[in-house]
């Protein structure tokens, strides 16, 4: 197969773990002879200070043009602090977001045996969770009318009939391939928004009787996540529930550096870890490449190509095992592998399976 990957590293610790999930897919397109090209792009705040826009023309060409978007990180403690910056990096996401039409982002929360005891959840309530989350990703209060004035501020939670369709339609898809149960999360008890989630999830229930859906409030969720996470077996919910309860599911895998996700929609694919930029370990070969190469198998079973996305995981399972990983997973003892090491180790692993 010929792919054509945009490789979008962003800011912080991103350039160090695009790297490695550059080489892992190379190495696995040499393994199965697929033609694998790249194109680099600009974004977040290293757009900004080239261009003054995070996510520029050039680079939504790039994307356009791609088969595929890997994407790392955005953001930049320089402009967290500064309530008046008229452009921050986040902004280039939101826009890749909403330009691209990724309505849908798909975050599975697994855990990894030998890393349980690095959840401060007792081990005996995650062991076995897997789920995923499917948040919707270009409405509600993103990308809601807004104002902002030093008196009064608001964001508005709007969505629309079609706009909740097709991300229950993405739900249903991925419950069907799963254990057949759906959970709609909202807050139907107070908003509007939801109760119209609610009403729309209800009817189209019947058209999927092979799937059990049930609904449960936002607040209730949040709690069963950590009480019972091996309840959830797809959710789905509007884009700021979804933000929020997808960084407590990384709290169930022990770490946020071990998480992928893929964002879908109209046209092309993204696929980023769902960790953020962390620039105090900016080139400090610290960070855990393993949510960037795990987006990588995310990307080739999106294509279908099972096999490559298989052998990534597996990869990725043998260094776990083999005690190769990143500071904050390591054995206490163990020998001490950086960024690279880590991704060098499966890259050589690839190579000789
Ligand atoms: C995420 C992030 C983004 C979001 C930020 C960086 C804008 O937290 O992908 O979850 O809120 O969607
Ligand atoms: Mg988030």
């Not at 696995?28 to 200070?49: L, M, P, Q, T």
């Not at 790392?72 to 320089?78: F, L, N």
């Not at 690279?340 to 190579?351: D, K, L, P, Q, T």
Request: net charge negative; proline share 6%; charged share 25%.
């Amino acid at each position: 197969m010929n792919l054509k990957i945009a490789v979008l590293p962003g800011d912080g610790i991103g350039p160090e773990i695009s790297r490695q999930g550059v080489d892992v897919m190379s190495a696995v397109c040499d393994k199965f002879g697929h033609h694998v090209e790249y194109s680099y792009a600009a974004c977040g705040a290293a757009a900004i200070d080239a261009v003054g826009d995070p996510f520029p023309e050039e680079t939504f060409r790039i994307c356009l043009d791609a088969d595929a978007v890997l994407f790392s990180a955005v953001g930049d403690p320089k402009f967290d602090n500064d309530p008046n910056a008229k452009v921050r990096p986040e902004q280039g996401l939101l826009a890749m977001r909403k330009k691209l039409g990724l309505y849908a982002n798909i975050r599975p929360v697994e855990t990894f045996p030998c890393l349980i005891h690095k959840s401060p959840l007792k081990a005996e309530l995650v062991d076995g969770a897997d789920f995923v989350c499917i948040r919707e990703l270009t409405g509600g209060m993103y990308f809601g009318e807004k104002f902002e004035s030093d008196e009064r501020a608001y964001d508005t939670n709007a969505y629309t009939r079609p706009e909740i369709e097709r991300i229950l339609r993405t739900a249903y898809s991925y419950a069907r391939r799963r254990r057949k149960h759906l959970t709609v999360v909202d807050k139907a008890n107070v908003l509007a928004s939801s109760r119209l989630w609610r009403k729309v999830a209800q009817q189209m229930a019947s058209e999927y009787p092979d799937v059990t859906t049930d609904f449960m409030y936002v607040d209730n969720a949040a709690m069963r996540m950590i009480q019972e996470p091996r309840f959830f077996d797809v959710m789905v919910t509007e884009n700021t529930f979804g933000d929020i309860l997808t960084d407590e599911g990384s709290v169930i895998s022990g770490s946020m550096g071990l998480l992928p996700s893929a964002s879908t929609g109209e046209s092309t694919p993204v696929f980023e870890p769902i960790h953020g930029s962390w620039p105090q370990a900016k080139g400090l070969n610290i960070a855990n490449p393993l949510a960037q190469i795990l987006s990588v198998a995310m990307l080739f079973e999106y294509f279908d190509l099972k096999e490559e996305g298989a052998l990534i995981r597996r990869a990725v399972n043998a260094s776990l095992d083999s005690e190769v990983r990143t500071p904050e997973i390591q054995v206490p003892g163990g020998a001490h592998y950086g960024t690279r090491e880590v991704g060098a180790w499966i890259v050589n692993y690839i190579r000789n399976a």
